[in-house]
C-alpha cells in the first residue's frame, strides 16, 4: 500500500522519511509546533535519538547480554525503531503512547521495517505501562523517558521499572523554568530553584538530575550519571540506577547548590542538602543568586564517553552533530561545574574574543583544569578563579 493508502487508515497524510538505520512514515505536513501535529515527529531531535543509539550500544556492550528496552512516550515509534535496528544486542523494546493515531502510525513503522515481534507499542499512559513491568523480573534494562516538557511526571514509575544496574534516559524539553525563566514551574516540577546564568544549561541538566536522585532514593536507589548534554531546546541525561540503602545515601550526598555572584561571575559549589550558605560573594561582597538543590557530582563518566565514541566509529549512519557532541562531552568529562562564556567576559573586559582553544591552553599551562564544552562552544570550563581567567583573556586579546 502506498502513503496515501496507509495514511487514509489513520485520516492522515503521511510522508516517508529516513532517520538512522530506519524508514518511517510521519506526518507529511510541517507544523510549526511539532507538539500540535496529530502524530510527535520532531526531524530536530534526531540528534537526541543519534545519541541514544550511541549510549545503548555502548551500555548494552558493557551488558553483554541481550538487552530489553522500553520507550513509553514514543510518539511515531522512531527512537525505539531505531533501537531495535541500530543496537545488536536489544532483543525486545516495548512502547506505548496516549495518542491513538501515535499508536496506529507506529503499529504500520514496526511493520515497515519487519520489526514485529522485536518491538511492539500499546495505547496506555506512561505510567500505567511502566507500572505493569515493576515487578521483579519483568523489568527492564532500559528506559528513555522522552516527553513534551519535564519527565518529572513519569520518573518514579521509570525507576520502578528498571531492574539494578539499569539505564535511564531523561529528556525535558521545558528549559524555561529548567534555565531560570518561569522559576514557580521549575519549583513544582523539579523542587528546585533555578537561576538566569549564562551556564544555565548546565544548571538545567543538574537540577533535572538533582531531582531524579531524590526520586530513585526513596526506593533505595542510587545514581550515577554516564553522559549528559544540552542541545538545541532540550536537555539529556543518561544514568545508571543503583540499588542499595548505601548507593542512595552516595547520591543524596551529591546534592547541593550552586552560589552565583552577578557582580564579579565568580561561582562557589557547595555539597550538602541542609548546609548554611553564605549569601555574600567572598570575592566582592555582593549578594549571590543561589540555585538547587541540585546535582553537583560528575555529569559524565570519562570511560562511558569514550565507549560513546567508539560506537560512533562503528556507525557510520550517526550523524556528524551528535559525533561532535560525543567528541566534545569526553573532552570536558574530568572538568568542574559551570562555565564561562567569552563573549560576555569579553564584553566586559571590553576586549576582542580569543580563540576558545587558545584560552584552554594557556590555563593549562598555568596549572588550571580547562576545556571546551558542549553546553557552549564559547565558553570555557576551569577551576581557575575568574580574575585569573580574566588575566589570561586580557593577555590573549592583545596578540
Ligand atoms: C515528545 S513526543 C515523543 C517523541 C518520541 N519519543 C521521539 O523520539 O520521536 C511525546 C509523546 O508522548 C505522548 N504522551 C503524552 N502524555 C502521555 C502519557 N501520559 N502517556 C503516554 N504517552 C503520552 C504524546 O502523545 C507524544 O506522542
Ligand atoms: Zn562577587
Known amino acids: 500500500m502506498n502513503t496515501r493508502g496507509l495514511g487514509a487508515m489513520l485520516d492522515l497524510e503521511l510522508k516517508a522519511v529516513r532517520e538512522g538505520l530506519a524508514d518511517v512514515l510521519v506526518p507529511a505536513e510541517e507544523v510549526r509546533a511539532p507538539r500540535k501535529a496529530p502524530v510527535f515527529y520532531n526531524p530536530r531531535m534526531a540528534l537526541a535519538r543519534d545519541v541514544a543509539v550511541l549510549a545503548l550500544r555502548a551500555y548494552s556492550r558493557r551488558l553483554g547480554r541481550e538487552a530489553r528496552a522500553c520507550e513509553p512516550l514514543c510518539g511515531c515509534g522512531v527512537r525505539g525503531i531505531r533501537f531495535a535496528l541500530e543496537v545488536p544486542s536489544v532483543a525486545e523494546v516495548i512502547m506505548g503512547d496516549l495518542n491513538p493515531r501515535a499508536v496506529e502510525l507506529s503499529e504500520l513503522n514496526i511493520k515497515r521495517n519487519g520489526l514485529e515481534g522485536k518491538v511492539s507499542v500499546s495505547l496506555s499512559d ?15 534494562d532500559y528506559v528513555d523517558i522522552d516527553p513534551f516538557g519535564s519527565p518529572m511526571p513519569f520518573v518514579d514509575s521509570a525507576v520502578r521499572a528498571i531492574r539494578g544496574g539499569g539505564l535511564l ?8 523554568p529548567l534555565c531560570g525563566v518561569h522559576v514557580k514551574a521549575c519549583m513544582r516540577k523539579y523542587g528546585a530553584f533555578p537561576i538566569r546564568v549564562r551556564y544555565a544549561k548546565e544548571v538545567a541538566v543538574r537540577i533535572m538530575i538533582g531531582a531524579l536522585a531524590r526520586v530513585a532514593s526513596a526506593h533505595e536507589v542510587g545514581i550515577r550519571p554516564l553522559f549528559s548534554h544540552a542541545t538545541d531546546h532540550y536537555a539529556r541525561a543518561y544514568c545508571l540506577l543503583l540499588k542499595g540503602q548505601g548507593k ?24 550538602g542538602l541542609a548546609v548554611p550558605i553564605d549569601e555574600e560573594c567572598p570575592s566582592c561582597g555582593s549578594r549571590r543568586l543561589i540555585s538547587g538543590p541540585l546535582w553537583v557530582g560528575e555529569l559524565f563518566d570519562e570511560a562511558f564517553c569514550s565507549e560513546v565514541l567508539k560506537e560512533a566509529q562503528g556507525a557510520p549512519w550517526i550523524g556528524r552533530r551528535a559525533r561532535k557532541l560525543v567528541e566534545l562531552a569526553l573532552e570536558e568529562a574530568r572538568s568542574p561545574p559551570t562555565y564561562y562564556s567569552l563573549p560576555a567576559l569579553c564584553k566586559v573586559l571590553k576586549v576582542s574574543i580569543p580563540p576558545v582553544r587558545d584560552v584552554v591552553e594557556a590555563l593549562r599551562e598555568r596549572g588550571w583544569i580547562a576545556s571546551r564544552t558542549h553546553f557552549d562552544t564559547q565558553a570555557v570550563k576551569t577551576n581557575a578563579p575568574v580574575k585569573e581567567l580574566a588575566h589570561i583573556v586580557r593577555e590573549l586579546s592583545l596578540i
Do not use: Q, W
Open 248 to 271: 542512595a545515601n552516595a547520591s543524596i550526598s551529591m546534592l547541593g547548590y550552586i552560589a552565583h555572584c552577578p557582580s564579579c561571575r565568580e561561582r562557589e559549589v557547595i555539597k
Open 169 to 176: 534516559a531523561l529528556t525535558a524539553t521545558d528549559m524555561a
Open 126 to 140: 506512561a505510567n500505567v505501562l511502566l507500572t505493569s513491568y515493576s515487578a521483579p523480573g519483568a523489568r527492564f
